[in-house]
Nanobody, 123 residues
Framework: QVQPVESGGGLVQAGGSLRLSCAASGRTFSLNNMGWFRQAPGKEREFVATIMTSDGSTYYADSVKGRFTISRDTAKNTVYLQMNSLKPEDTAVYYC????????????????WGQGTQVTVSS
């Protein structure tokens, strides 16, 4: 399995920006759709964004559309999440997954999660 390592989280004021990075190692990077989920305290983990390895198409949760941008650097085996206009409700632990697929909703392979990085947005 691919092992993802997230970085870039931190504390930011509402309206600010952060960029998360997810570096993958192990299996061939180009075989997997990578992306991000998040989990706020007391809530279930939810889909945020993903980028397709086949053609680079991107998909976003409605709550982040227009504010977050996912991108990738295939040569570096890394995917990024640029987060702008952050809101307090974006506060969560953000998890990278290196094998995302869609059934009735976007899901991440159980063995492809990173350890997560904390994002805290103050009001």
């Amino acid at each position: 399995q691919v092992q993802p390592v997230e970085s870039g989280g931190g504390l930011v004021q509402a309206g600010g920006s952060l960029r998360l990075s997810c570096a993958a190692s192990g299996r061939t990077f180009s075989l997997n759709n990578m992306g991000w989920f998040r989990q706020a305290p007391g809530k279930e983990r939810e889909f945020v964004a993903t980028i397709m390895t086949s053609d680079g198409s991107t998909y976003y949760a409605d709550s982040v559309k227009g504010r977050f941008t996912i991108s990738r650097d295939t040569a570096k085996n890394t995917v990024y999440l640029q987060m702008n206009s952050l809101k307090p409700e974006d506060t969560a632990v953000y998890y990278c997954n290196t094998n995302i697929y869609r059934r009735t909703s976007w899901e991440g392979h159980p063995r492809s999660w990173g350890q997560g990085t904390q994002v805290t947005v103050s009001s």
